[in-house]
């Protein structure tokens, strides 16, 4: 148990000295992604081959996400950071006894770009991360995120411990974070500083209030909150008591899906580890600031991220939102004074406060400062996480970090800001990301979801799928979403169908209009943006599909026909076999044929032929 800030800088003395920037490591992605792949297994096998090579002068540190989820599970062997990807059991022995020991390069587990077709050995030279700016992800890969000593190694507590032992006024924090200029990384871009400013400005009878850690994450594909919570949670941890402190908090709590079972166990962790070293709970380092945390955990429920239904869940009631005549920071959890931000943004609070407000508020834009982690997915070569400073544009995200389109495809939108954010078409690439510019073009930046899509993406179906997603976790509550979503699902399924008529893109887009002006909250209040997008830029396609009673991207079932072109069909019958219908006759080395009445359009006969004799009309 630390007493005062002095015990502190003993311990972080300690700790640092112990930790040489120049010792050999070999850090493993312990994250859910590199798991899910044995990187735990890949992890104690590297330990038992070090012990049984008798080698004493190298450890292994297992770590969180390192982002680059689609090479994992990933090896980086220190000091120099060579970059194994796709590390498999059988790939143990070799990397001890070559690498380890002789100092040879595998060349089979280095990573290729796929723009040079260079081979690469280092980390820093793959453009995945070369073209970041990691302030919060990076140090992922640097501790191990169970120990609370690897966090203060790094600076870890530093901020906290200085305001608590220069009895920094709660003004000069808030005045410090509102001159940063972060803003709320949940999605919706409030300033933070503005936030706690009105929370400390405001009283509850008995004194009390609080501050949440939004770590809902219900957008599918998207993973970065969780990734932090796995790989670095004090980090996390100590923002929540730095904002607890501006505001005057003693209770908080983080509302967490049950569905992240491993950042669960890593904030349990660190909260009492945190405890264990006077850090958080009664008179932190013999001040006369507490504080607490505990974990509410999330059933699931998509709406549970707006931060009314969020609060209602963590009282015991129905996750529904409520209209906010009335702001959370005058009256939220319990009718309490609330701050409520999501997990990027506690996390950013410790490197402001180390770093100063004149540092943030350089890296960015002039009305969206610092960085962003994205979950970049979909049809480009590398994805993943990514952290990159506001103002970055799309097509350096998509082509530099991301290494272009699959299959040398064309581009043809991508979809950021999660199931409620919007389509972005070719000729807005070079659109700055950050908060304005997003909105102005239709989308935003949500939680950071990116789905990059090629010219074999059908944009109504698209906006069907989003819509039909967000109609699912519509919480019922208010007319126009839970009845405006049903009718615009119903619409984009006939378009997608070909049983849609003149008029219908008409009333769909009215629709949506009035779906998204009426809706209580903003799940219902963003919902429509998938289809106000798509119909923006891509309005040709809904034409199509009306008109001409023809998808595009010859995507819509309904819409498309499957047939055999006789000049390239040499007989194989390779597609005969792939048919799950038995829709295919002919003899061997005989021209085929598809029998339209059976067949279901599934497409395999089409990815089987090496002759390119399917066509898709």
Known sequence: MLKNHKDFYTLQEKVTNKRDPNRRLITVCNGTGCNALKGKKITNLLMDELKKQDITDISVLPTGCHGFCEQGPIVLIQPKNIFYKTVKPEHIERIISETIKE??????????????????????????????????????????????????????????????????????????????????????GFPTGRKWEAAYNSTSEDGIKYVICNADEGDPGAYANRSLLE??????????????????????????????????????????????????????????????????????AFVCGESTALTASIEGRPGEPRVKHIHSTQSGLWNRPTVLNNVETWANVPLIVNKGSDWYSKIGTEGSKGTKIFSLVGKVNNTGLVEVPMGI???????????????????????????????????????????DSLTDAGAMMGSGGMIVMDEGTCMVDVAKYFVNFLKNESCGKCTPCREGLVQMYGLLTDITEGKSKEGDIELLEELAEVVKDTSLCQLGATAPNPVLTTLRYFRDEYDAHISDKKCPAKVCKALIEFSIDADNCVGCQLCAKKCP??????????????????CIKCGLCHDACKFNAVEVT
């Open 103 to 188: 100092g040879k390069i595998i060349e089979e587990l280095l990573y290729t770009d796929p723009k040079s077709n260079k081979t690469l050995e280092y980390e820093k030279d793959i453009p995945f991360y070369s073209s970041q700016e990691r302030l919060l992800f990076g140090y992922n890969e640097l501790i191990d995120p169970t120990r609370i000593e690897d966090y203060i190694s790094i600076k870890g507590y530093k901020a906290l411990v200085h305001i608590l032992e220069e009895q920094i006024p709660s003004s000069d924090i808030i005045n410090t974070i509102k001159e940063s200029g972060l803003r709320g990384r949940g999605g919706a």
């Open 231 to 300: 790989g670095n949670p004090h980090s996390v941890l100590e923002g929540m008591i730095i904002g607890a402190y501006a505001i005057g908090a003693e209770h908080g709590y983080i509302y967490v899906r049950a569905e992240y079972p491993l950042a669960v166990e890593y904030f349990e962790k660190a909260i009492q580890s945190a405890r264990e070293l006077g850090l958080l709970g009664e008179n932190i380092l013999g001040s006369d600031f507490s504080f607490d945390v505990k974990i509410a955990k999330g059933g699931g």
């Open 393 to 435: 544009t799309l097509r350096d995200v998509v082509f530099d970090i991301g290494g272009g389109i699959k299959d040398d495809k064309k581009f043809k939108a991508i979809q950021i800001g999660g199931p409620s954010g919007g389509c972005i078409p070719e000729e807005h690439m070079d659109l700055p990301i950050d908060y």
């Open 581 to 598: 219908v038995e829709a295919i006759s002919g003899e061997a080395k005989k021209v085929h044929e598809i029998d339209q009445e059976i």
